[in-house]
């Protein structure tokens, strides 16, 4: 009906003036919630911060019930879940709006509530993420490179983090924060490292906390992850080549398992976090002198921080409390909800095909269906991997310790606390102990591990395992003249084998270059310690020798950079840089390089 009275070009038209309108009302909307978060205002202030956000507010109500209506009278697509459960969230805070009821009322405490600040601040942050999503994806939608918008998505996050703990209300009583230190911290945060000048305790007040727990959260999934997810739900659909770009990001096979293969990206995190949280506070309740609610808030954020690899912590010795020494099941649980985090979620997703298949397969004893690869190449390549890792840091940091550091401990608890920083060390960034105890074999093994980190397409750092396991079977090929690289009867393509060089090249070049300026730059600092930081800061690790606080303002600015390269990944950083000018239609003769 809408075809025949309206136009094609003027309906583009309409189309592009709402989008952009919205895109601006969602701009000053969160303008306006971070400055009310921020900011203790005077009451006339505070009034025009609010008015905005109410008026932004409407203006969601109103084109969302336009586009609800258009949707009834020329119904085109079915409602996505996000859609309905966005839209639901918007019509209950609208009641207050529409009805009210006596104080005498069962519901007087509900109404009350939907009628909240809080409520509605709450609305306006999920529609402004939703249009500001829906911005970034029309972006891909003009074949704008992946990799550049990948770096730019990091990069704006880390500036609005930094500008949230610039705020008042971020921090504690009495702290204080330079311009400089805050970017480094919301770099940290963003990247999911660690490393910090400040005390995170005792600097952020609990909302400055809350909002490192959401940079987190936000680096550990991804920027475009969370972005694109919650645009294909709100949009319904994308178009062709934003589609191949999230493909590629998220690790999904087709195109039709993409939206499915985002959703198990965020369950499985929600739940493994959620499960974690849940352990946490039942290993150390009633051991730390905490109330009841501070004990959740200190499971939920070690929780996150540690499946996202961030290495994080709220209390100012990490996890090296005297009282945490005591209780080992929660170094364990922490070293899991690490390895979960970084053995990537592609290979969480084929547990979850493989876990359902065998489920059928007990409650259907004759269930014949095929399996397409569950335990596909890659997954082998990780699991294996990731195995041998944890067994050699595990013995090698115990048998370089044992009489060493964790010299006043039980045999129990050395087992757990090599355990521990064989698995942190690979990208979490937390410690039990003073590292400066350890020895400098103990050291030497951190070093090589962190520069490893974990798996591909997960929240850890490092060159990744699946580099490592590709770059050792090339040198096995070539010791045995072998043609061709072959792990567990699969030929790795050619593509492969030279990204797998070309990460371990691109990494020690940055390794090399930043430890060059350091040197230079950070002349009181010890050489030792210099390369610690930065094979941690490059591998977005977050283990330290105590070297950080001490940088100079340009030491922190080069870390910072390393961080985001390391984070962002420097194959794909340097694809964002580089204009693609495509495969040359002709091909050079061909020729051998002396090679010894």
């Given at each position: ?5 309206i ?117 306006v ?18 074949k ?21 703990f ?130 959740i808030y ?40 690490v ?68 010299s006043?401990?039980?045999?129990g ?23 400066s ?64 060089m ?39 690790v ?55």
């Amino acid at each position: 009906m809408f075809e025949r009275i309206i136009p094609q070009r003027w309906r583009v038209k309409v189309d592009l003036v709402v989008r952009l309108v919205a895109f601006a009302v969602s701009l000053v909307a969160a303008g306006a919630v971070a400055i009310n978060f921020g900011f203790d205002l005077p009451a006339e202030e505070h009034r025009w911060v609010t008015g905005i956000v109410r008026a932004s507010w409407w203006f969601y109500f109103v084109t969302f019930t336009f586009q609800l209506l258009l949707t009834i009278i020329n119904p085109r697509k079915v409602a996505l879940p996000l859609t309905v459960a966005v839209g639901t969230l918007l019509y209950v805070s609208a009641l207050p709006q529409f009805f009210s009821v006596g104080e005498d009322s069962a519901f007087h405490g509900v109404w009350t509530f939907l009628g909240s600040s809080f409520v509605t601040m709450t609305v306006v942050c999920i529609f402004a993420v939703l249009d500001i999503s829906r911005a970034i994806v029309g972006l891909m939608n003009r074949k704008t490179n992946p990799a550049l918008m990948l770096a730019g998505g990091f990069a704006i996050i880390i500036v609005v983090g930094a500008l949230l703990f610039l705020l008042p209300r971020s921090l504690a009583y009495g702290a204080h924060i330079s311009v400089v230190d805050a970017f480094f911290v919301s770099t940290s945060a963003v990247c999911v490292t660690g490393l910090s000048p400040v005390d995170v305790s005792t600097t952020f007040s609990i909302e400055g906390q809350i909002v490192l727990l959401a940079l987190i959260q936000i680096g550990g999934l991804g920027v475009m992850t969370i972005t694109s997810f919650f645009a294909m739900f709100y949009m319904g659909n994308t178009a062709a080549y934003s589609q191949l770009a999230m493909r590629d990001m998220v690790g999904s096979d087709t195109w039709n398992s993409l939206v499915s293969t985002l959703f198990y990206i965020l369950g499985f995190t929600f739940v493994i976090e959620m499960i974690g949280a849940l352990l946490i506070w039942a290993s150390i309740h009633g051991t730390m002198a905490m109330t009841l609610n501070s004990e959740i808030y200190f499971s939920v954020f070690h929780a996150i921080s540690a499946f996202c690899n961030a290495g994080f912590s709220t209390d100012s010795e990490n996890l090296s409390n005297a009282v945490l020494l005591n209780c080992s099941s929660f170094y364990v649980i922490v070293s899991m909800l690490v390895i979960f985090g970084g053995i990537g979620f592609p290979i969480l997703v084929n547990f979850r095909t493989w876990i359902v298949y065998r489920i059928r397969s007990i409650f259907k004893p004759n269930h014949r269906k095929k399996m397409q690869r569950i335990a596909n190449l890659n997954t082998r390549i990780v699991i294996t991997t990731t195995i041998i890792l944890l067994l050699f840091g595990t013995v090698a940091i115990a048998v370089t310790e044992w009489h060493g550091a964790f010299s006043g401990l039980s045999w129990g608890d050395k087992v757990v606390h090599s355990f521990f920083y064989s698995a942190v060390s690979r990208t979490a960034g937390f410690n039990s102990s003073d590292l400066s105890l350890f020895s400098s074999s103990t050291m030497v093994v951190l070093v090589l591990l962190m520069w490893i980190g974990g798996a591909s397409q997960s929240t850890a750092g490092g060159i990744k395992v699946n580099t490592v396991a590709v770059a050792a079977a090339n040198f096995l090929s070539v010791i045995r003249g072998r043609g061709a690289v072959v792990l567990f009867n699969r030929e790795v393509s050619a593509e492969s084998v030279r990204r797998a060089m070309a990460t371990i090249f691109a990494s020690i070049s940055a390794i090399l270059i930043t430890y060059l300026i350091l040197l230079s730059t950070e002349p009181g600092i010890s050489a030792k310690g210099l390369l610690f930081e930065i094979v941690s800061a490059a591998s977005t690790v977050g283990l330290s020798c105590g070297v950080t606080p001490h940088l100079s303002v340009v030491g922190k600015v080069v870390i910072s950079v390393l961080m985001f390269c390391g984070r962002v990944g420097f194959i794909v950083l340097g694809m964002s840089l580089v204009h693609h000018r495509g495969e040359a239609r002709f091909r050079y003769p061909k020729d051998n390089i002396i090679i010894n």
